[in-house]
Structure formats: structure tokens, C-alpha cells
């Protein structure tokens, strides 16, 4: 069974809509990577590893290890659409379905990969390495992001302000 979220995006026309599901202990991504690299039609899906998203693109959304995927989908916003979109995917994904939301999301978020990917240090406490702290400092701060703390409410914020920087760099490199 796919756990199929499905999104309106103002932008695009009202009959299409963004479907999307996340899937954890997936063990066959290499069977579809090759359906992705065939042109298989029927996997017109953008496979995505929930793990590292911009290193994903550069690798046809996932590569053969991969163990979380979400997968994308455009398509016409009927419920006919989303209930086939639904089967394939929970006929062809060998992987535990698992909700869209912000917990399961940071559950497969590797921050310590989004932040050395976009050179982004913790903002809050400015450049460990630029204010002579060094590595345990800078290892220290990627815990605190990557939810070892006991201050849920910091961890969001901070997680927010990342998210927000992430999201800003990906809108700068797609303009260019």
C-alpha cells in the first residue's frame, strides 16, 4: 500500500496536481533506477533519494543502494489518477510506505550531507572554522541540527532556517 500525498501548487494549471509518497527500507531501487535509465514509460516518476535530494539529480534520482526514495509524480488531480498512481507504485516499490510529513522527512534527512553539499554552516553560531573553533566545534553543531539535542524547539528552528537556505540555493542555481 502507497501512502500517496497529493499537492496543489498555485503555479500550475488547477487539473494538475504534485503526487507525492516516501518510502523507507526500499530494496529495489536498482531495478528502479533501470526503469528510469530504459525510459520505461511507465516509471515517469521522479525517484528521488530521501537522503540526499541534490545528489540525486545528478545520479537519475537514485542509485542502487538507495534505502528511502520519494517518488513524484505531475499528473491530473482526479482521484482516478492518484488511486492508479497509488497501485503502481505500491506494486512496484519493495518498501515500507510511510506518511509525507516533517518527522518522517527529518527521519531521512541527512544533514551533515545538505550542509557540506551547499557549504552551509549553522548561521545561528556563524562559521566555527572562521571563528577558530575548529572541526569539534563545527561536528558539535551538525548534532545539535541533525537531532542529538534535548531542545526540540531549537532543533526546528534551526532545521527551518537550513530548509529555507537550502530552498533559496536551489532557486539561485535553477535561474542560472
Do not use: C
Given at each position: 500500500?502507497?501512502?500517496?500525498?497529493?499537492?496543489?501548487?498555485?503555479?500550475l494549471?488547477?487539473?494538475?496536481s504534485?503526487?507525492?509518497?516516501?518510502?523507507?527500507?526500499?530494496?529495489?531501487?536498482?531495478?528502479?533506477?533501470?526503469?528510469?535509465?530504459?525510459?520505461?514509460?511507465?516509471?515517469?516518476?521522479?525517484?528521488?533519494?530521501?537522503?540526499?535530494?541534490?545528489?540525486?539529480?545528478?545520479?537519475?534520482?537514485i542509485?542502487?543502494?538507495?534505502?528511502?526514495?520519494?517518488?513524484?509524480?505531475?499528473?491530473?488531480?482526479s482521484?482516478?489518477?492518484?488511486?492508479?498512481?497509488?497501485?503502481?507504485?505500491?506494486?512496484?516499490?519493495?518498501?515500507?510506505?510511510?506518511?509525507?510529513?516533517?518527522?518522517?522527512?527529518?527521519?531521512?534527512?541527512?544533514?551533515?550531507?545538505?550542509?557540506?553539499?551547499y557549504?552551509?554552516?549553522?548561521?545561528?553560531?556563524?562559521?566555527?572554522?572562521?571563528?577558530?573553533?575548529?572541526r569539534?566545534e563545527?561536528?558539535?553543531?551538525?548534532?545539535?541540527?541533525?537531532?542529538?539535542?534535548?531542545?526540540?524547539?531549537?532543533?526546528?528552528a534551526?532545521?527551518?532556517?537550513?530548509?529555507?537556505?537550502?530552498?533559496?540555493?536551489?532557486a539561485?542555481?535553477?535561474?542560472?
Amino acid at each position: 500500500m502507497s501512502l500517496l500525498h497529493t499537492l496543489r501548487l498555485a503555479h500550475l494549471p488547477e487539473d494538475l496536481s504534485v503526487h507525492i509518497a516516501l518510502y523507507q527500507e526500499v530494496k529495489n531501487a536498482a531495478f528502479l533506477q533501470q526503469q528510469l535509465l530504459q525510459g520505461n514509460t511507465a516509471f515517469e516518476y521522479a525517484f528521488l533519494d530521501a537522503s540526499m535530494i541534490a545528489e540525486s539529480f545528478r545520479r537519475f534520482g537514485i542509485s542502487p543502494a538507495t534505502t528511502s526514495i520519494y517518488a513524484v509524480k505531475f499528473a491530473s488531480s482526479s482521484p482516478t489518477d492518484a488511486a492508479s498512481i497509488r497501485k503502481h507504485l505500491s506494486d512496484n516499490i519493495e518498501g515500507t510506505p510511510v506518511p509525507f510529513t516533517d518527522l518522517e522527512i527529518a527521519k531521512v534527512t541527512d544533514i551533515v550531507k545538505v550542509r557540506k553539499t551547499y557549504k552551509l554552516t549553522n548561521s545561528t553560531k556563524g562559521n566555527s572554522r572562521a571563528n577558530g573553533k575548529g572541526r569539534k566545534e563545527e561536528q558539535r553543531q551538525n548534532e545539535v541540527v541533525g537531532f542529538v539535542n534535548d531542545n526540540p524547539g531549537k532543533e526546528d528552528a534551526e532545521r527551518k532556517e537550513l530548509e529555507i537556505m537550502v530552498l533559496g540555493l536551489m532557486a539561485l542555481r535553477g535561474a542560472t
